[in-house]
């Protein structure tokens, strides 16, 4: 079992950023893949960006150029800069994980206002 713990959501006006973290416990010997998803009212939970252990990154191309993803594997953390940020990137931004299964974070709400 793995757990995830996610810190840095928040409400933010448009333009603004804001830093996610998610801190990954438990099981963590076989962690491959972290990253972040989000899910908007009224829509399907879509990928932010996502990068291995070894530091490959895929990202959204609704997010590109605006949001980094970091991680620190010492730590078992995951980071998502989020910069930029436009009223369209409000919804629930939940962690995610990989070993053989996959794992999700409780959920942090991001609101950003225009």
């Known amino acids: 079992q793995v757990q995830l713990v996610e810190s840095g959501g928040g409400l933010v006006q448009a333009g603004g950023s804001l830093r996610l973290s998610c801190a990954a416990s438990?099981?963590?010997?076989?962690?491959?893949?972290m990253g972040w998803y989000r899910q908007a009212p009224g829509k399907q939970r879509e990928l932010v960006a996502v990068?291995?252990?070894?530091?490959?990154?895929n990202f959204a191309d609704s997010v590109k150029g605006r949001f980094t993803i970091s991680r620190d594997n010492a730590k078992n953390t995951v980071y998502l800069q989020m910069n930029s940020l436009k009223p369209e990137d409000t919804a629930v931004y939940y962690c995610?994980?990989?070993?053989?299964?996959?794992?999700w974070g409780q959920g942090t709400q991001v609101t950003v206002s225009s």
């Open positions: 438990g099981s963590i010997f076989s962690l491959n893949t």
């Open positions: 995610y994980a990989k070993t053989v299964v996959n794992y």
């Open positions: 990068i291995t252990r070894s530091g490959s990154t």
